[in-house]
């Protein structure tokens, strides 16, 4: 449920503001510039009727310093500013993957434009073909193991956790060559070689999980698969996975944090896209969870790692929420479009102990159509 507030939504420039005292305005709803906010000056987007039955429940007693924007109750930072100056989202042109011109497309998340629902009654099996591509350093993507899941939801203390395996497991082969992967310039390598794979028997309109590991392969959780009746081609889905060294788990870390990561807790990372599958620039992040630090990226396409002073996306949309307890966490995702607020996504995932929780932000998802 959406939580109770007995509050008055009232448009003051960039948002849709929640005020006790709907005379008086607070600051952070024209110009984002107060320090800290309160459940009830809380800033919501324009766009947020898909939170409706997806709401978490929003801690008055322990809002993160800053925190001025409400996305189906996650708290999440002021929007970046460059002086007095707002900064709003655009597309990122100057990227291999997930490119695109033109004005952000937001217009999945209206009403008018909601995807049609998830069909589990219609659901097929069919075959997932895709590559095992390196998160950052690497230069083949042997002995990846690949598994797929189905999603538990429960509502309770074991929510996002892994349902039923779906089909069976599959490993990328030993030698990654020519043959059997596919080749790409690297500074590192000269050439990289991500394999590809075929797994067989994954169910469409079904929430699902892809789980790669394995040898020096850091578990890495990637949410929010879904495939529609309506993109199967002759019994075939295109899905690409990625894998994550287990140097890069810890490297990046350190980075971030000047020290690894906390044994038994783990990391939630992915990238902000529009509802045209574009990377976002300029675009905030948050988890409704403790966590030691929430960082993004440079835009360095080939090896990203976190940008200290950054505070918004870059043109990789890039974001990770570090050193976090394992168990069920809301990540949510927000910017400003032609001088409004705008959400980009709300979605529910799980952390795993000594891993790291993927989660790219696309679009509404079908399954949680209001």
């Known amino acids: 449920m959406r939580r109770a507030l007995a509050l008055l939504p009232f448009l003051f420039g960039l948002a849709v503001c929640k005020s006790s005292d709907p005379a008086t305005p607070p600051a952070t709803c024209t110009d984002f510039t107060a320090a800290e906010s309160t459940c009830t000056t809380m800033c919501s987007p324009m766009n947020d009727a898909f939170c409706a039955g997806e709401t978490d429940p929003l801690s008055c007693t322990s809002l993160p310093p800053g925190a001025i924007v409400d996305v189906c109750g996650v708290p999440l930072q002021k929007p970046p500013k460059s002086g007095a100056t707002v900064q709003e989202m655009k597309r990122s042109e100057n990227v291999d993957e997930f490119h695109g011109s033109g004005p952000v497309d937001l217009g999945c998340f209206e009403p008018s434009g909601y995807p049609a629902p998830a069909d589990p009654a219609s659901s097929q099996l069919v075959t997932m073909n895709g590559i095992a591509k390196i998160f950052s350093h690497g230069c083949e993507s042997k002995n990846v193991q690949i598994s797929v899941y189905k999603v538990k939801r429960t509502g309770g203390a074991d929510d996002g956790d892994l ?3 779906v089909g069976t497991m599959v490993t990328t082969p030993a030698l990654c060559d020519a043959s059997n992967s596919v080749p790409e310039p690297n500074d590192d ?4 070689f ?9 169910p469409t309109e079904t929430e699902l999980v892809v789980v790669t590991e394995g040898g020096s392969w850091s578990p890495l959780y990637e949410y929010g698969v879904f495939i529609p009746n309506a993109e199967v081609v002759g019994g075939a889905y295109d899905h690409d996975v990625r894998a994550l060294d287990q140097s890069d788990y810890n490297s990046i870390a350190q980075v971030a944090l000047g020290a690894t990561l906390t044994p038994g807790k783990g990391a939630l990372a992915g990238e902000v896209h529009d509802c045209g599958d574009v990377r ?3 675009a905030v992040v948050d988890i409704n969870k403790p966590r030691a630090v929430l960082t993004y990226f440079t835009d360095n396409e080939a090896h990203p790692l976190p940008s200290l002073d950054a505070n918004a996306t ?14 069920p966490v809301s990540v949510a995702a927000a910017g400003v479009v032609d001088g409004q607020l705008k959400a980009l996504g709300h979605f529910r995932v799980r952390i795993f102990p000594d891993s790291v929780t993927s989660y790219t932000f696309r679009g509404l998802k079908p399954f949680l159509v209001p």
Request: hydrophobic share 40%; charged share 10%.
């Open 189 to 192: 390598c000269g050439t990289r």
């Open 314 to 327: 870059s043109t990789l949309g890039l974001y990770a929420a570090m050193d976090v307890a394992p168990g």
């Open 194 to 202: 991500e394999c590809t794979f075929s797994y067989a028997n994954v």
């Open 280 to 282: 976002i620039i300029n």
């Open 163 to 165: 349902g039923d395996l």
